[in-house]
C-alpha cells in the first residue's frame, strides 16, 4: 500500500508540474510534451526501490498457512479453545477430534475470539459422507465474516437449492458462478478476500464490502459488493460497525472444518 501510495504521489507531482493537465493522457505524457522529452527518460526514473517489499514464506501447499498469517485452528483442541468460544463467549462444545471440528446441534455458532477488518482467509470444511436431506438440509453450516455476511456452506454435489443459498454464494445476496463442491465427505477448501464496509459519520454506507471467493480454487465470488447483513427473511441492509470476528453456523448438520488461517490486510 505504502508503495502503491508512493507510486500514486509521483505521479501527481509530475502531472502537477505539467502546465496543461489532460486526465486522459498519463502524467508522464503530460510532462514530456515532446518525443524529444520523452527520449530523455531514462528507465530509472520510475523504477521504486523503498520501502522494500515485505517478505512472507509461503507454506508448502497453497492452502498451507503462509508465515504472516494467524492460525486460528490447526485441528487440535488446545488450538479450538485459544481462538474460538460459543456465543456467549464461553468454551464452545463442538466436538474436536481427528484434526478437525465438528458442529455440535444445538451448541450454536463459534466466534473467533479475534476481530477483523480487511483479510485473507483459508478454511478447510467437509460435509457428512452419509447424505442425509436435501436442499438446504443436507451439510448446511455458513462462514459469517465479520459475524454478518454469510458466506454458504452446503453439500451441493447433486443436491439442488435456490441458486443464491447453495454453497460459494452469499447467502440471498450472490449465487456462486459455478459449483464447484466435491464429492459429500470430501474436504473443500474456501480462499476469501475480504475488503469491510466503510461507513460515514452519520453511520450511512461510505463504501459496501466486497468479497472474492475461490473454493477448492475456483473462483465463485469475483469482487463482489455487498448489500447488507445476511437476512434469511427480508431485504439485507447494513448497520454500521468497526472490527468483528468470524463465526461458523450451527444449522443442525454435523459438518466438520479442518484448518482456519487468517491474514490481515
Ligand atoms: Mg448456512
Known amino acids: 500500500m505504502r508503495t502503491q501510495l508512493l507510486v500514486a504521489t509521483m505521479f501527481l507531482a509530475i502531472a502537477s508540474m505539467a502546465q496543461t493537465a489532460d486526465p486522459q493522457k498519463p502524467a508522464v505524457q ?30 508448502q501447499l497453497p492452502s498451507d498457512a503462509p508465515s504472516d498469517a494467524i492460525v ?54 467437509r460435509t457428512p459422507a452419509e447424505v442425509i436431506g436435501e436442499s438446504q438440509g443436507r451439510g448446511n453450516s455458513g462462514i459469517f465474516l465479520q459475524a454478518r455476511y454469510e458466506l454458504q456452506v452446503l453439500d451441493n454435489y447433486q443436491n439442488r437449492t435456490y441458486r443464491n443459498g447453495q454453497a460459494g454464494s452469499i447467502y440471498k445476496q450472490y449465487a456462486p458462478l459455478v459449483n464447484a463442491c466435491k464429492k459429500p465427505g470430501e474436504w473443500q477448501t474456501y480462499d476469501v478476500i475480504y475488503t469491510a464496509p466503510r ?5 450511512t454506507v461510505f463504501s459496501p464490502a466486497r468479497v472474492t471467493v475461490l473454493q ?19 431485504i439485507p441492509k447494513y448497520a454500521a460497525h468497526g472490527a468483528a470476528p468470524l463465526e461458523l453456523q450451527d444449522h443442525g448438520n454435523p459438518v466438520s472444518y479442518g484448518n482456519i488461517w487468517v491474514r490481515k490486510l
Open 72 to 125: 486460528l485452528f490447526d485441528g487440535t483442541q488446545e488450538s479450538f479453545n485459544a481462538n474460538w468460544t460459543n456465543a456467549k463467549g464461553e468454551p464452545s462444545n463442538w466436538t474436536v477430534a481427528n484434526h478437525c471440528v465438528t458442529v455440535v446441534k444445538g451448541g450454536g455458532i463459534i466466534r473467533s475470539k479475534i476481530e477483523l477488518e480487511d483479510f485473507q482467509l483459508h478454511v478447510e470444511w
Open 216 to 234: 477448492n480454487g475456483v473462483l465463485v465470488q469475483n469482487n463482489i459488493s455487498l448489500f447488507g447483513h445476511t437476512e434469511y427473511i427480508g
Open 199 to 203: 461507513f460515514k459519520a452519520d453511520g
Open 30 to 59: 503530460q510532462v514530456a510534451k515532446s518525443k524529444e522529452d520523452l527520449a530523455k527518460m531514462k528507465p530509472e526514473m520510475t523504477e521504486f526501490w523503498d520501502p522494500e517489499v515485505a517478505i512472507v514464506t509461503p507454506g
